[in-house]
Antibody, heavy 113, light 110 residues
Framework: EVQLVESGGGLAQPGVSLRLSCAAS????????MNWVRQAPGKGLEWVSS????????YYADSVKGRFTISRDNAKNSLYLQMNSLRGEDTAVYYC??????WGQGTLVTVSS | QAGLTQPPSVSKGLGQTATLTCTGN????????AAWLQQHQGHPPKLLSY???NRPSGISERLSASRSGNTASLTITGLQPEDEADYYC???????????FGGGTKLTVL
C-alpha cells in the first residue's frame, strides 16, 4: 500500500525558514517523480515543485523560485522541501504527491507574526 | 504560471449526469491530456483519471474522462450524494516545465 506522510509544518514568522519532509513507503520510491502541491485555506490546489526520480531534475513554481528547494533521499525513501524567506502567502496545507496519483494527508504551514 | 480553466460550480440532481470541463492549451491538456482529482472537504485530493480516461483501480465506472483538442471533460453518470465534492483537473505543461491546475469545480448534487 502506497503511503505518504508529511511532517514539519507549523507556525512560522515571516522571513524564517521551515523544512518539510515526506516519508514514502509501499512503492519503488526512486522510480517516481515526486511533487509538492499546496492549498491555501479555502482555495484551490497550487503546484509548488517537482523532482525527478534520480533527483537531478527539479522544477519550481514562479511563486517559490529562489526561496524553496526540493530534494530527495532515495536511500531513506524521503522527499523534502526547504522553505526560506517565508511569506504570509505561503500559508497553506502542503501535500506530498507521487507524480499525480497518490497524495499524503498534508501538513499545515502558517506564516504569521 | 497560467492555470487551466474550469467552471467554478455545477449543480445537478440525484441520478442525473454531470459533465465537468477543463480548458488548457496545446502545451498541456492538448499535449498529454489531463488528470482529474476529487477532493472532499477536509481530505486530500484523490486521483480519478489520468491521461484522459485511464481510471485507477477502485474508481467507479460511473466516471469517464475524455479530451477534445485542448479541452478535457469528466462525465459522472447516476449522480450520488457522495459525488458532491470539488473536482480539479491538472496537466504537465511542457512549455512551462510545470504542473498546472484548474481552479476547481464545486459539484453540488441536489
Amino acid at each position: 500500500e502506497v503511503q505518504l506522510v508529511e511532517s514539519g509544518g507549523g507556525l512560522a514568522q515571516p522571513g524564517v525558514s521551515l523544512r518539510l519532509s515526506c516519508a514514502a513507503s509501499g512503492f519503488a520510491f526512486s522510480s517516481y517523480s515526486m511533487n509538492w502541491v499546496r492549498q491555501a485555506p479555502g482555495k484551490g490546489l497550487e503546484w509548488v515543485s517537482s523532482i525527478g526520480g534520480g533527483g537531478s531534475s527539479k522544477y519550481y513554481a514562479d511563486s517559490v523560485k529562489g526561496r524553496f528547494t526540493i530534494s530527495r533521499d532515495n536511500a531513506k525513501n524521503s522527499l523534502y522541501l526547504q522553505m526560506n524567506s517565508l511569506r504570509g502567502e505561503d500559508t497553506a496545507v502542503y501535500y506530498c504527491a507521487r507524480s499525480i496519483d497518490y497524495w499524503g494527508q498534508g501538513t499545515l504551514v502558517t506564516v504569521s507574526s | 504560471q497560467a492555470g487551466l480553466t474550469q467552471p467554478p460550480s455545477v449543480s445537478k440532481g440525484l441520478g442525473q449526469t454531470a459533465t465537468l470541463t477543463c480548458t488548457g492549451n496545446s502545451n498541456n491538456v492538448g499535449n498529454q491530456g489531463a488528470a482529474w482529482l476529487q477532493q472532499h472537504q477536509g481530505h486530500p485530493p484523490k486521483l480519478l483519471s489520468y491521461r484522459n480516461n485511464n481510471r485507477p483501480s477502485g474508481i467507479s465506472e460511473r466516471l469517464s474522462a475524455s479530451r477534445s483538442g485542448n479541452t478535457a471533460s469528466l462525465t459522472i453518470t447516476g449522480l450520488q450524494p457522495e459525488d458532491e465534492a470539488d473536482y480539479y483537473c491538472s496537466a504537465w505543461d511542457s512549455s512551462l516545465s510545470a504542473w498546472v491546475f484548474g481552479g476547481g469545480t464545486k459539484l453540488t448534487v441536489l
